[in-house]
Every structure is written in C-alpha cells, then in structure tokens.
C-alpha cells in the first residue's frame, strides 16, 4: 500500500477542511501552493500523509514552500 497525501485547510484558523486524496505528493504539493493563493492571513493549510500502516503524519509548510515558483524549462 502507498502513502495517501491530503491537505488540511483551517478557516480563519478555526474551520479545518480535508482535501484529497491526492495520487502523488507532487501534486498534493501543487495543490497547496493553489488553495494558498486564494487563502487570506488567517488561513492555515497543513499537509497529512497516511502510511501504509494507517499512521497519520500531520505537518505545516515552511513559508518559502509558498513563494518558490518552478524554473519554466520550456522555450
């Protein structure tokens, strides 16, 4: 069995929403840096993965997560 990647949104940092199951973490993590765009100050946005033994792993994005944007490789 394959990790599941999630995104858990915190409404003005009291609302918490699940977003997933997302295939791979990439695109857990493109997701993220989406929903951020739109999310105001008071928004949080946390990642979950759920190994293949069930267990929950909860964590938060490093700031620069948010301002990185990807080389454009194509010309």
Do not use: N
Request: overall charge negative.
């Amino acid at each position: 069995m394959e990790k599941k990647h999630y995104l858990i949104e915190v409404d003005e940092g009291i609302e918490p929403y699940v977003h997933g199951l997302f295939k791979t973490e990439d695109e857990c993590d493109e997701e993220g840096r989406r929903m951020r765009r739109t999310q105001g100050m008071d928004d949080c946005l946390f990642w979950a993965d759920v190994d293949d033994r069930g267990v929950l792993t909860v964590g938060s994005y490093m700031a620069g997560f948010f301002v990185y944007e990807p080389a454009d490789h194509g010309t």
